[in-house]
């Protein structure tokens, strides 16, 4: 399959690929914590909520030619969570979406795999601007977004309530 963004990235503690048949064992430590997903799917998964979702990430990949990456540590072989490029049908524009497993918070791998994910975007993708799309009380991934030079654009109205556009630079 051609894809527009390569299937791998390397950071110098990440390998960022396409989420593979297991990875959602790793990813359901994210996908069922409370507070992980306040903000993003608003409640905790099951097992099977957690493998379907994975496997919209995989038919992402299919549909749009980019997709969210499986961040795994070079360390522990573990998938920390994904991040990488978004875009359903109800967003507003194409984003790069993040989101780890608590206890890898804090720890600036979100912000490596972010950083590596914009540069494939800037790359191979110049033409296509990128957000993040960002709840107005996630003020963790707000500081995300600023660290890695996203800009605040606006806020919108989303399911039910205030989510902010930031832009990321197009240019280094």
């Not at 297991?22 to 998964?45: N, P, Q």
């Not at 033409?127 to 800009?151: D, M, Q, R, T, Y």
Request: overall charge negative.
């Amino acid at each position: 399959m051609d894809f527009l963004v390569p299937s791998e990235l390397e950071t110098e503690r990440l390998i960022l690929r396409q989420f593979q048949d297991d990875d959602w064992r790793d990813l359901h430590e994210y996908y069922s914590d409370t507070v992980a997903t306040k903000f993003t799917t608003g409640r905790e998964f099951t097992e099977g909520e957690t493998w379907r979702t994975m496997c919209g990430m995989i038919g992402h990949w299919q549909i749009r030619k980019y997709g969210p990456y499986a961040v795994v540590s070079k360390d522990s072989g573990k998938v920390l969570g994904p991040v990488g490029f978004w875009y359903p049908n109800d967003w507003p524009a194409p984003e790069i979406k993040w989101a780890l497993a608590p206890r890898y918070w804090g720890k600036g791998y979100a912000k490596e795999a972010t950083i590596a994910v914009q540069v494939a975007g800037r790359e191979h993708i110049p033409n296509l601007p990128l957000i993040s799309f960002i709840n107005s009380e996630n003020i963790p991934s707000i500081k995300l977004a600023e660290s890695v030079g996203a800009v605040f654009s606006k806020a919108t109205e989303f399911r039910g309530g205030i989510w902010h556009i930031y832009q990321h630079p197009t240019a280094t």
